[in-house]
DNA sequence: TCTATATGTAAAGTATTCTTTACTTTTGAT
DNA sequence: ATCAAAAGTAAAGAATACTTTACATATAGA
């Protein structure tokens, strides 16, 4: 699985430390989720989506391997 | 976080092991899901959505809990 | 009623998420 | 070039996702 967090951390003009925060998350969870270290949990995917104002799946993609 | 699970398996007609098999996770992984005995990945809800064809938002529900 | 299929549940184990602390590197502004 | 904020990384530990095996209960059809 990929993800846009860092695009659109870029649009709403946030830090990963910021989102962290808004989400309930630590800052090296947001990084390691940026960085696909690990698939996060769908409660992180549907806040994250809810924050941004976008459909999980415009945000979480898919990948061959999945 | 809840999820409409059973609705969906009941509209296309599938069981616990069907829908299991379909994304690859046990059975008994499925029927825990459905109790919401704990929260899946986001790849599994990912996957859940696209066999549905519906968003993951429309499968799972974020609670005030969560 | 008998039987097959589906669902529920439990317990032990493995794998993975997520935290905390702490340090390094990058980036951008002055 | 310097400094502060942001991002990257690492390692150990806690919590939880998910598996396997196994058995109990429910449901429906012959």
């Known amino acids: ?26 800052r090296q969870s947001i990084n390691a989720m940026e960085k696909n270290k690990y698939v996060p949990s769908t409660v992180l995917a549907l806040k994250v989506a809810k924050l941004f104002n976008k459909p999980v799946e415009d945000i979480f993609f898919l990948e061959e391997t999945d």
């Open 1 to 26: 699985m990929t993800n846009n967090l860092k695009v659109e951390r870029a649009i709403h003009n946030m830090t990963q430390a910021d989102l962290a925060l808004k989400i309930g998350v630590s």
